[in-house]
């Protein structure tokens, strides 16, 4: 099948080399010409474990293309995904800008019929708005499927090619059809293609990744109240997660979420609520609780040292920037608060990410924080120099069984702010440490 893919983001870049890996001759087009050049040279624009290997092996089997001549890509498309950004607005709602101009320059180069795809996550009633547009300006027939992907960043190639579901929202038969035919190698080991409405598929996108956030709120909200009672939210997380109703998955406590999807979606999906005269309150409350757990590490920094103003000169080693790990991904990111409130304290801050150094640097600037204190370290161990604290921001596998006992040389004092509550209380205190977890006492 003759595959177009409009947006070479986190999405469009997964999905057309995921595509193209099952036989598609599939072409991604970006307005971005240095973003093409660059990935028709074979770098890929976002760090993703596996896509580098997977993206090269297409191209050079001839199956995967890039291009910025969105025209000659639709006409020679059979079906043609749009992929590109919807970030919020100022009011919350998804800014649509994007996937409406694309909507009308689609319209523009149809020279037949043709499947038009939303892998944008997008709000209720968007799949009507592009019919709309493309109708304005072609005659050719046009058919709209609605196509929310559930890709997680730093599986994201793993998901795709081996999806827990696909959801495909067209009231169109033939569009059916030809979805499930390219959709049908991704789930040969009989997970469901769910076939419904545009609206139904739109909607599901955003009920999902609102669910998942409100899990990752409710267990933030339990470890803050066993901080405060004295219990362990690990027990907690394993006497309740036993439970196949609630279920094992994103309930782990940390400094909240970030990243492209969460903060967006839920945004989105509290606008659309208003918009129709229903405050959504579980979600509205799920995202409050979610700003103030961004506050948490700060706040257990600043209370062991005797407050903020006792932070001024301190030396803080974090490891861990990215907003999780197996990605740069620093949108929305925790790391920023806490670097925020370090920084303006006047602490002096090392840091040591494996991969988000770069898209560190260009968040705190987009973000407003002044990086006079702020060093990037080549080594988690040399962050520690002569450090007051440690703080651990991000779960990367390679922190996981540190060398304690060189950590304690190296510190100024051995103190460990766990955001992630990798390591064990006991085990630690025992190697000389005072630690402080999310909802954890040794």
Not at 319 to 336: H, I, Q, V
Request: proline content about 5%; glycine content about 8%; charged content about 25%.
């Amino acid at each position: 099948m003759k595959v177009a893919v409009i947006g070479t983001g986190y999405v469009g870049l997964v999905a057309g080399t995921c595509f193209a890996e099952t036989g598609n001759d599939v072409t991604c087009v970006d307005i971005d010409p240095a973003k093409i050049a660059k990935l028709q040279s074979g770098t890929p624009t976002i760090f993703e474990p596996g896509l580098k290997e997977l993206m090269n092996k297409n191209q050079e089997e001839k199956r995967l293309n890039f291009t910025t001549n969105l025209t000659l890509a639709v006409q020679d498309s059979d079906v043609i995904f749009m992929a590109v950004g919807t970030p919020s607005s100022v009011d919350g709602s998804a800014d649509l800008s994007a996937v409406l101009k694309v909507s009308a320059d689609v319209g523009k180069a149809m020279n037949g019929s043709k499947i038009i795809v939303n892998k944008s996550t997008v709000p209720v009633g968007t799949a009507k708005k592009v019919a709309a547009i493309i109708a304005e300006h072609t005659k050719h027939p046009v058919h709209i499927v609605s196509n929310p992907e559930f890709l997680k960043e730093g599986s994201a190639i793993d998901d795709f090619l081996k999806p827990d579901r696909v959801v495909i929202g067209t009231d169109n038969e033939q569009a059916w059809l030809t979805m499930k035919e390219l959709y049908d190698p991704f789930v040969r080991q009989g997970n469901p293609i769910i076939r419904m409405s545009n609206v139904s598929a739109e909607m599901t996108k955003y009920a999902a990744n609102a669910m998942l956030a409100t899990k990752i709120s409710f267990i933030n909200e339990i470890a803050l109240l066993c901080d405060l009672v004295g219990a362990d939210v690990e027990s907690i997380r394993a006497g309740i997660t036993s439970d196949v109703r609630i279920g094992k998955h994103f309930l782990y406590p940390g400094p909240g979420y970030g990243g492209s999807c969460f903060p967006k979606d839920v945004k989105a999906l509290l606008k659309t609520g208003k918009d129709f005269g229903l405050p959504m309150q579980v979600i509205h409350a799920a995202e409050e609780a979610n700003d103030r757990q961004k506050q948490v590490l700060g706040e257990k920094i600043a209370k062991h040292f005797g407050g903020t103003n006792a932070l001024k000169g301190k030396t803080f080693a974090l490891w861990g920037l990215a907003f999780k790990p197996n990605t740069d991904d620093m949108r929305e990111a925790p790391s920023l608060v806490l670097l925020k409130k370090l920084l303006e304290a006047g602490s002096q801050v090392r840091a040591f990410d494996p991969i988000a150094h770069e898209t560190a640097l260009e968040a705190m600037k987009t973000y407003g924080i002044k990086t006079d204190n702020f060093h990037l370290s080549e080594s988690a161990y040399q962050t520690l120099e002569a450090a007051d604290a440690l703080v651990l921001v991000t779960e990367w596998n390679e922190f996981r069984n540190p060398d304690f006992t060189k950590m304690k040389t190296l510190m100024r004092t051995p103190v460990i702010f766990d955001g992630r509550n990798l390591w064990k209380p006991d085990s630690v205190s025992k190697k000389g440490f005072t630690y402080y977890g999310m909802g954890r006492k040794p």
